[in-house]
């Protein structure tokens, strides 16, 4: 296999940041004390970080709900039957074990940013000196007509992994031939721009791949156009031609809303049954970043572009899906590149540690069919106006089944990388 190795996938996204210096400063009061909330992508890259370098210079606490974190990314490959759910599920223990960071199992309920602590859901304060947050992003049922807490447990988004997309998969795996799947599209901004389309091409591999060569399935999107919609349009055309039709809001008309139980989403234009459908509606930061008031009206939460410190707060750094990082995709690959800076940034304010210029890098690969991916990336810096695009790279139509596979294997390499250098494990 040619795919990224882990060593490859840490020169890549550790490329802005390659020397740190170490500890100069411990605060003559004590130990400072860094506090994650949020153990993704970005929460616990921060966290491995700041207490990789800064040794024991500095406490590190990282709190999250759920005792273990399962991806969402690759969490497609999972409803295709290519990857198991356990192998998209990752725990804390190496980050206790080897970088002595505290893991606590608990909802964190509030931030009081006056007194510097963060409330647990059972009313236990834990105090902080800077506060990291990547809360990820909530979903806000109410942006489509009908759509509600209930109502996924029959429409399932599957934006947030776990349940729900066991439950989608379930869904999935039960359809017969000649029944449709809808897939309600979410509009800008949300995590992982090209996510609804490798989910569809994935519902396609499954269809196709069970002989169902009577059922279809109709995208209905908020947007006129899509991240690598090219690629995808080619994609579908070769490998499930007829299978998957996009309507974007100049075909259907607008989405007025969703019928659970009947199971079907009325546009301007005509209203869809399907068997299966996958509502993803509009997104914003997580509630604790926005019930903390760090927060703007877009619902995500602004940031400073050099360091990812809160526009709002200067002893809190807000990273990955919740943050508005400019150019920047909402993506696992662009939370862990800003963790990287963020656990710079805090090193260098607690213990006096050497700051670099900032630089971000994101790549995106979708897998279309098996060994048949295509990618989307750049390189990223602080500009005026926030994260700016400084280099772009895209995937290009009628490219070779070779190159395809190897961005196929590439995916896996990087999958495993990210995941070794999120977790520690």
């Not at 003559?28 to 992508?41: H, L, Y």
């Not at 895209?394 to 070779?400: G, N, V």
Request: glycine share 10%; proline share 6%.
């Amino acid at each position: 296999m040619t795919g990224l190795s882990r060593r490859q996938f840490g020169l890549l996204a550790g490329a802005a940041i390659t020397t740190l210096a170490a500890p100069s400063i411990v605060r003559a009061s004590g130990v400072p004390k860094v506090v994650v909330v949020g153990g993704g992508p970005g929460g616990a890259t921060t966290a491995r970080y700041i207490a990789k370098d800064a040794r024991d210079a500095v406490d590190v606490t990282l709190i999250d709900a759920n005792p273990r974190y399962t991806t969402c990314f690759f969490s497609n490959l999972y409803l295709a039957g290519m990857r198991s759910f356990e192998s998209i599920t990752h725990g804390y223990d190496a980050l206790e074990a080897n970088y002595g960071i505290s893991f606590v199992n608990a909802r964190a309920a509030a931030v009081e940013r006056d007194a510097k602590e963060v409330v647990l859901a059972d009313g236990s304060r834990v105090p902080y000196d800077r506060l990291v947050i990547a809360p990820g992003i909530d979903v806000i049922h109410e942006s489509v007509p009908g759509y509600s807490r209930q109502a996924e447990e029959i429409m399932p988004h599957a934006w947030k992994a776990g349940p729900q997309t066991q439950l989608l998969k379930q869904r999935l795996d039960a359809l017969e031939d000649g029944q449709q799947i809808v897939m309600v599209a979410p509009p800008n901004p949300y995590r992982c721009p090209p996510g609804p389309y490798e989910r569809a091409s994935m519902f396609a591999h499954v269809l196709k791949a069970r002989g169902h060569t009577r059922s279809r399935i109709i995208i209905l999107d908020y947007k006129p156009k899509f991240s690598k919609q090219a690629l995808f349009a080619e994609g579908w055309e070769e490998f499930y031609p007829g299978m998957i039709e996009w309507y974007g809001p100049d075909v259907h008309g607008g989405i007025l809303g969703v019928d659970p139980e009947a199971g079907t989403v009325e546009t301007d234009f005509d209203t869809f049954t399907g068997a299966l459908v996958n509502v993803i509606p509009a997104q914003k930061a997580g509630i604790i970043a926005r019930e903390a008031g760090l927060a703007d009206d877009s619902g995500f939460c602004p940031i400073d572009a050099a360091s990812m410190r809160s526009a709002l707060d200067d002893s809190i750094f807000i990273l990955g899906d919740a943050s508005i990082a400019g150019a920047m995709p909402k993506s696992a690959f662009s939370a862990n590149s800003q963790a990287k800076v963020a656990a710079m940034n805090v090193r260098g304010d607690l213990v006096g540690s050497k700051i670099f210029p900032a630089r971000f890098t994101n790549t995106c690969w979708s897998l279309i069919e098996t060994d048949n991916a295509v990618k989307v990336g750049g390189q990223y810096a602080p500009g005026a106006d926030g994260i700016a695009s400084t280099s772009t790279f895209i995937s290009q139509i009628h490219e070779p089944a070779d190159l395809r596979k190897t961005n196929a294997e590439e995916a896996v390499g990087w999958y495993q990388g990210i995941t070794a250098d999120i977790f520690g494990a």
